[in-house]
């Protein structure tokens, strides 16, 4: 079963994109230190650095802090110079001298080999130096949802941890990713466990109707205008919500050591924590899932 941990990115970064103040933001980030988390994940491009750098400036030593380098600028990759600048750059936000995990932040496929040859040996003198302690990677899966980028990451020999879109629509990493990383001992960070799709059952209807339309999926049990309903039915075992049904699926996934929850709901968090270690999906749910979407490496759950 995989460990739980904050995300400060998302469509919710903390609650700041729906409306909520910093002052909210650091308040859940409280709430999730008190509830047991002690995994941070943000990045310069959320805007959440010093709200995280602020919640954990007097407990640093007790929180396994990621956060990223963004390494495009106008379309191209950026130099070892202009990472060392976003480094240091976090290294104030975030009001600490060392940083846990360092991401290269949504790295495309194309853009792979660049990033690694020219990106990572700074990264590396970073780790020598003592600012960085592990050296991760994170795809851009709205861009590459069938994870060419990782399938190329986790042949080298080069990355501690990566970070994987994972979830009920697309399980594609399931066998492209997850046992390669596993054999190569590489951390696996789940997200978009829920993102839109699987917040709430609305969208899923549309998105089965499409796959129908496309040709991907014949079989006549599924009900087409609730197609999840099934995970939140069916007596003891069942989830109350969808949202509860994708973190339990993806906490139990095996090769994913980490999910990432992002939300700026205080309620929320409480519930994706209890999912995220709670009981994996009923074994007849699991399989029902698996076959509804299997092979569909193009949803990313938006
Ligand atoms: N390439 C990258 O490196 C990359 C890309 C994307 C994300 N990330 C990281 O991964 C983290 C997780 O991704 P994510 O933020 O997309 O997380 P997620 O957990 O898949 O989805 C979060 C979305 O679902 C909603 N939600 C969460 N819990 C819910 C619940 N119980 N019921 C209904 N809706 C719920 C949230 O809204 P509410 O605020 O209303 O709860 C939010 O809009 C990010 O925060 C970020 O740290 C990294």
New binding site residues.
């Given amino acids: 079963m995989a460990r739980a941990?904050?995300?400060?990115?998302?469509?919710?970064?903390?609650?700041l994109?729906?409306g909520k103040s910093e002052k909210e933001a650091l308040a859940l980030i409280n709430q999730a230190l008190a509830l047991g988390v002690n995994f941070?994940?943000?990045?310069p491009l959320?805007g959440t650095e010093h709200i995280v750098g602020e919640a954990i400036k007097k407990k640093r030593d007790k929180v396994v802090l990621?956060t990223?380098v963004f390494p495009y600028r106008d379309g191209e990759v950026i130099t070892p110079g202009d990472l060392h600048h976003s480094l240091q750059s976090s290294l104030n936000e975030l009001k600490t001298d060392y940083i846990d995990i360092v991401?290269l932040?949504?790295v495309t496929p194309d853009a792979y080999e660049q990033c690694r040859d020219s990106l990572l040996p700074a990264l590396e003198t970073a780790q020598r130096e003592g600012k960085v302690r592990f050296i991760g990677v994170?795809?851009?899966?709205?861009k590459d949802p069938a994870h060419r980028m990782l399938q190329y990451a986790i042949q080298d020999d080069c990355w501690d941890t990566i970070?994987v879109?994972h979830?009920i629509l697309n399980q594609s990493a399931h066998d492209t990713v997850l046992p390669r990383a596993q054999e190569n001992n590489v951390g696996v960070?789940?997200?978009?466990?829920?993102?839109?799709a699987?917040?709430?059952h609305t969208m899923i209807g549309d998105i089965v109707a499409d796959m129908i339309a496309r040709g991907l999926y014949y079989s006549k049990k599924v009900d087409t205008k609730k197609p999840l309903a099934f995970l939140t039915k069916g007596g003891k075992g069942r989830a109350k919500?969808?949202?509860?049904a994708?973190?339990r699926f993806v906490s139990h996934e095996e090769g994913i050591d980490m999910?990432?929850?992002?939300?700026?709901?205080r309620?929320?968090?409480k519930?994706?924590l209890a999912?995220i270690y709670g009981a994996p999906l009923k074994a007849e749910h699991l399989e029902r899932v698996r076959e509804l979407f299997s092979g569909i490496n193009y949803l990313t759950?938006e």
């Fill in positions: 941990g904050l995300g400060s990115g998302g469509h919710s970064r903390l609650g994109a729906n941070i994940d943000t990045a959320y990621s990223k991401h932040h949504g994170s795809e851009y899966f709205q970070m879109g979830n960070i789940g997200m978009f466990a829920v993102r839109r699987l917040a709430d919500t969808l949202a509860e994708a973190y999910v990432l929850t992002g939300t700026g709901n309620d929320h968090l519930a994706n999912a759950g």
